[in-house]
């Protein structure tokens, strides 16, 4: 008979995040190449990049709702088949719309690696769940890094974007062959029962939480979305500030064990909020090399963000199960996904406001840059105050934890 072998599934798990992970880099690097020969604006490209986060939570509600009938391994199948065609129709894409096709497919793709994997690495590792899927998430700043240097020396080559996208078939190939010679476990020790998972949705801790992801998502991501549109002219290399983040992000999501543990969950969210917005103001301010200073701290402040939300879940609303894990990744998405456009329509109105003050060309570019990250702080600001109404709550709501997981066994 053949035996599970977690270290395997642990590994293509990380594998398919890479793929996650660098279609957002390389997205973010192309960006302004897209603009060019498709003539399309700023407010269109927000739309274009809205469809990743669009069709990430259409997978994950939908995925978190199957876990339980058609198990991880099918969901892989799933994001293994939308990244196939979405890298492909992306590649052969002939203007906006069909961009915007091939973007939603790699969406759909994106969230089904995170609907699957999530609660099999949580069922996998029961004892250290939020260690453990901190650990999985290394990758995606991982993937980041990797897809940004891959963006940035390819359009330093000269090698067009279609190249740069091509890229990414030869993970998802890795990582297909894994899912389809892998035997996967069933679920032991997450709440399978979906009617259960359902009802358990109504806790108010987590409908707090869903309320707190749509703003730590959109503080981690639009920044780093836009950062080769906002950061273009301002003299910092934007590739090298993503490369910077999303390393910083790898190796504080490495080590988070001992961190969660000293502080748990509540007090890393509270400090991550706390610095997130100093991070973002100083973004806003900092000129040329000060900018990567502001960019580590940007990075040490959102890298607890989203494994630890998707944690949190599994810990302090474990009766939710892999439902409640896939509607917290959701949430966040979806909201990243609203803001994406509106973000894109409020820099081209920073950008006219600029050169209608007198302002031209590169100076306008980073005077409208600046006055959408000013914006971008009320995100974090107001996590600072809703993590902190948590953290002041810390002792009843750890109390109320171990009484529901000692009721449960």
């Given at each position: 008979m053949e035996q599970i072998n977690k270290n395997k599934l642990f590994v293509a798990a990380c594998i398919s995040l890479i793929v996650t992970s660098m279609t957002f880099a390389i997205r973010a690097g192309i960006l302004t190449q897209l603009g060019v020969d498709f003539e399309i604006n700023n407010t269109q490209l927000g739309y274009i990049n809205s469809m990743a986060f669009l069709g990430f939570p259409i997978a994950m509600l939908v995925g978190g709702f199957l876990y339980n009938s058609i198990g991880p391994k099918n969901l892989l199948i799933i994001a293994f088949i939308g990244h196939i065609l979405g890298l492909l129709l992306t590649i052969f894409a002939g203007g906006f719309w069909s961009l915007i096709i091939?973007?939603?497919?790699?969406?759909?793709?994106?969230?089904?690696?995170?609907?699957?994997?999530?609660?099999?690495?949580?069922d996998m590792y029961t004892n250290n769940r939020t260690a453990m899927l901190n650990k999985f998430h290394v990758w995606f700043p991982g993937g980041l890094v990797i897809g940004s240097l891959v963006s940035k020396f390819m359009t330093d080559a000269g090698m067009g974007w279609q190249l740069q996208i091509a890229t990414m078939l030869i993970p998802t190939a890795i990582y297909g062959f894994l899912i389809f010679t892998q035997k996967f476990p069933k679920s032991e020790n997450i709440e399978s029962d979906t009617s259960l998972n359902i009802k358990a949705l109504a806790d108010p801790l987590f409908l707090f939480m869903i309320l707190c992801m749509t703003l730590t998502a959109t503080s981690e991501f639009i920044p780093q979305q836009w950062v080769e549109t906002i950061l273009g002219s301002s003299g910092a290399s934007p590739m090298l500030v993503l490369a910077l983040v999303t390393g910083i992000m790898a190796l504080g999501r490495f080590f988070a064990g001992p961190l969660v543990h000293r502080l748990n969950p509540i007090g890393v969210l509270f400090m991550s909020a706390i610095i997130t917005a100093s991070a973002i103001y100083f973004m806003?301010?900092?000129?040329?090399?000060?900018?990567?200073?502001?960019?580590?701290l940007f990075a040490l402040g959102v890298c607890?963000?989203?494994?630890?939300?998707?944690?949190?879940?599994?810990?302090?609303?474990?009766?939710?199960?892999?439902?409640?894990?896939?509607?917290?990744?959701g949430a966040g998405m979806f909201a990243v996904s609203i803001w994406n456009p509106i973000i894109g329509s409020r820099l081209d109105t920073e950008k006219a406001t600029a050169l209608a003050s007198g302002l031209v060309g590169e100076v306008a570019d980073i005077a409208a840059g600046r006055a959408v990250l000013g914006f971008m702080v009320f995100f974090p600001l107001a996590l600072v105050l809703l993590f902190g109404i948590l953290f002041a709550l810390r002792q009843k709501i750890e109390k109320r934890r171990l009484n529901s997981h000692v009721e449960t066994a």
């Open positions: 091939s973007t939603f497919f790699i969406g759909v793709a994106n969230g089904s690696v995170e609907a699957a994997c999530n609660p099999m690495i949580a806003s301010v900092a000129e040329g090399s000060m900018i990567y200073v502001a960019a580590a607890y963000f989203w494994p630890t939300m998707i944690g949190f879940t599994s810990e302090y609303t474990h009766k939710t199960g892999a439902l409640g894990m896939s509607l917290m990744g």
